[in-house]
């Protein structure tokens, strides 16, 4: 599965990729969050729950965050197990600085094994965009409500 | 054999035996047994198809409430059983260890007090995967470049196996010299049994006794017995293998499942009763699916429509393992009988086996051994050469027909067929289904521009494996038995190795040894399923039973009888010689008047034995059967499509079967609509599919549609009567006739609808998608 | 967490102690020990597990049993009444109703649901009817053969008895007034 978007976010690009390269603070923007375990700087595992069709529960998700190849890119994957299922996501984003904001550009590669593929059939993709439509989305108004300036 | 006798009880519509406890929430099945401390367990499976197994983190899960144990593959290769033999010659893992092959695979095993306790443990077992990519396609996993599945083998290769028969050569030069030649590409796909009743086990070890006794869902008891003997190094008089009532298995409880062996694994460490009844997602995710097979079909035939030579090329996909249960010696199973009900000069059939990242398998789906798929293979590209030739289905089928006095028949690829009369059922069929009508009504309704069409098949089928020097599965020989005991007050316990699963032998063996003892039905009660109390055998599939316990049963009652007019002779006070066994009774020669009964004889046995020989009455008899037997029949199916949702409607079906001689007529029409109902979801609406990564996309009941009352259309029966010249009553096996033999008839009739479009080939399954797409790409909107 | 739950399985009272997620299908297997009504799949397709609910045919596997508090549950077992077959039972013995025997006890509740409701249904409507019983061995022929069958039986036996029974149970037509 392959999904990408935008997110118009009114901070400045460093600001942005600070915080796509903070744990703790991607981690608080995965929807449905439970459990936060911060590894290291570029390291969580996290615990979320799901729901698509009859499967619902909780996954563990061990996320690395990375720089791109520079300072204009960022990027997340995550390995996802339980519920007898397997997830993995690779995705990046492209920061680009728009009239004092940050345009950013994600694209997201997603592969589902086991239960959740199985049974949530049909429903795992758009369950699965939406998803990571929210994380972005939770990733832009995190930011905004931080006072501007503020690297983290 | 005597005459008819005035007490005939085979032929008769007699009720079933086993239906009271059944109608009355009576039956036992496995996951009714509950035993004292008995504790449940629940599997871990892979959720990739393929992938390296990194590392099981256990301790969450024995941290749960009511957790007692949890297995894992290292444990079981502690106790070298990690792997265990597949009916096939193969190997299969019980537990993943190195690797997993398949998504489900099973990975470890959670044993609980109760069933929720070992759901919630095994969701607690943490297990970290590095994915590997998968290969679900049987053509891309033979390329250079895919990845080796199987590292446990020194063939260092996806490649499994290559069988072929017949001649290669002869085939070659007949299609060279051939005015016609046609050519199809034919998949059966991946379908699964998806019996009622999931597979399960009680395993029960017994620290005291030594003793294991295995409840299981079991068509084939006595082998599970010695296999696990095998297996596990517990010696074989220390298993009992129970099968209790089986809730339908057509095959998919042939084969022995990882959970079985983790049961007994558990049953063992815990010393408790362990019950493993598996999902039904796991059910059609892990366990024997059937076909999956990649074939191209050729014929070469002259202007006349005569048929010189057929050349057929198959791959078959066995998934991660080569679970099949076929006979040693023939790894393709009976698929040679593919040349079908006509007389090909010569012919050539090669197969080839391959790994795929998909659950293991492929069983006989209510099939003897590949039989589905050669059946279906050859009336469908029949038909593509009558549609070639311009000649009718029904004549050209009738132009290539084995003729009667040919049998017994020695086909080009081997086989010997007993007994047939093809043309009989054909005629029969077309005049039930008044074939020249339909026609004429489609020719009408052609110029019309309505899509009407009338699809045939004319299968033969290779049943009732088999003769002990050719079939053996894992190398037990294919007889089957039966024993005998009769009370003195004249009642009957008849024991079998054979185990039912709806088939109804309760009550057609019954009419069988009542037939032969003179005897009601009510008087003999049928036994099977128990390896402490029943004869050895290899159990029920590919419609065995009858061409073999059938038998024996037979048999065996004229053993009894043997001894039995013995003890007339010396109730009749006149010498043996002077004694004959007539309408169901020991009579005096020229005197009919003076006879006993075999009651008489019974009480004898036990009160007043002749001097000299031994009191009782019992028989047993093991029985190794000459030859196959080969039931045959007519199918003819009429549908009418719509063009705007390219809905097919079966508007008639008729089924014409030979199966022999017949013991129970209302068991065989059951059987035969049960076939049909199966070979129409087949066609229609079921397959087991994958994506790309090698998800099962199939893993319910939703997606995985089995036929309801709705769609189900209205068989209608009828038989020609042909016996086996060597079975001992002439009867010949019915239960998988109907699902051999119907695919074709469906597809070919919606081909035939849509045979002025050009078109010659549907693959199944002929969902309405499909034939929706079809209209639509030849610019047909309703 | 556990709950304490009172029911009537076929006229008799059972009380449990059971966690809210407790399955009523298991509820009646396991702690009644019925183990007629079965379990086919997971997904509320199969239909091997229909009970009746006050009357009215249920999947058992889709209610908690804590769902059920307070209701009359009737399983297949409760079919025959005093040593004789319910008509279904006898129409479905009579006609090859059956062959595994799996989805009979779900199929026979189904059945006895539906001529409690209608009792002289067509082909079509039996078909509809039990259209979420699945059967694997029959192909159904038979199946709606024994439900004509066992109606016309129905038929005949109540008619000497008054004709509205209203929601006496659906297994009581037959023989009039049988409280479940």
Redesign the interface.
Known sequence: MRFEGSESIRRRREEVRAFLLAPERVGRCLPDLQELEVADEAHFTAHVRVGVGPVRGRLRLDVALEPGEDDAEARISIQGSGLGSGLTVRSSARLTPVDGQTEVAWQAEASVSGTLATVGGRLLEGQARKVVEQMFGAIRRELEAEPAGEAG | MSAVQATDVIGQRIKRKEDPRFIQGLGRYVDDITLPRMVYMALVRSPYAHARLKAIRTEAALAMPGVLAVITGADLEKAGLAWMPTLAGDRQMVLATGKVLFQYQEVAAVVAETREAAFDGAEAVEVEYEPLPAVVDPFASLRPESPLLREDREEKTNHIWHWEAGEREATEAAIRSADVVVRQDVVFQRVHPAPLEPCGCVADYNRGTGRLTLYVTSQAPHAHRTLLSMVSGLPEHMIRVISPDVGGGFGNKVAIYPGYVCAVVASLRLGRPVKWVETRTENLTSTQFARDYHMTAEIAAGRDGRVKALRVRALADHGAFDAQANPTRYPAGLFSICTGSYDFPTAFAEVDAVYTNKAPGGVAYRCSFRVTEASYLIERTMDVLADELGIDPAELRRRNFVPPAKFPYRSALGWTYDSGDYAKALDLALETVGYEELRREQEERRRRGELMGIGLSSFTEIVGAGPNHLFDIAGIKMFDSCELRVHPTGKVLARFGTRHQGQGHETTFAQVVAQELGLSVDDVIVEEGDTDTAPYGLGTYGSRSTPTAGAAAALAARRVREKALKIAAHLLECGEEDVQWADGRFQVQGAPARSVTMKDVALAAYTNPPPGLEPGLEAVFYYDPPNLTFPFGTYVCVVDIDKGTGDVKVRRFVAVDDCGTVINPMIVEGQIHGGLTEGFGIAFMQEIKYDEDGNCLSGNFTEYLLPTAVETPRWETARTVTPSPHHPIGAKGVGESPNVGSPAAFVNAVVDALSPLGVRHIDMPVTREKVWSILRSHGIRG | MKRELTLTINGQPYTGVV?P??LLV?FI??EA???????????T??G?CTVLLDGRPVKSCTLFAVQAEGHAVT???G??REGE?HPL?QA???Q?G????????GM?MTGAALLERRPDPGEEE???A???????????????RAIQEAARAMRGAAEPVSAGQGAAGAASAARGGMVP
Do not use: K, M
């Not at chain 3, 039990?130 to 709606?144: E, F, K, P």
């Open positions: 966690e997620r407790r298991h297997r396991e020990g019925l183990t007629g009504t079965h379990v086919g799949c997971d997904t397709s199969c091997a399983t297949v077992e079919l025959a077959l039972q479905f013995w009579e090859h059956l062959q595994c025997g799996y989805c009979t006890p026979l039996i078909r509809r039990i259209s979420g019983n699945l059967c694997r061995c029959t192909g159904y022929q038979n199946i709606v």
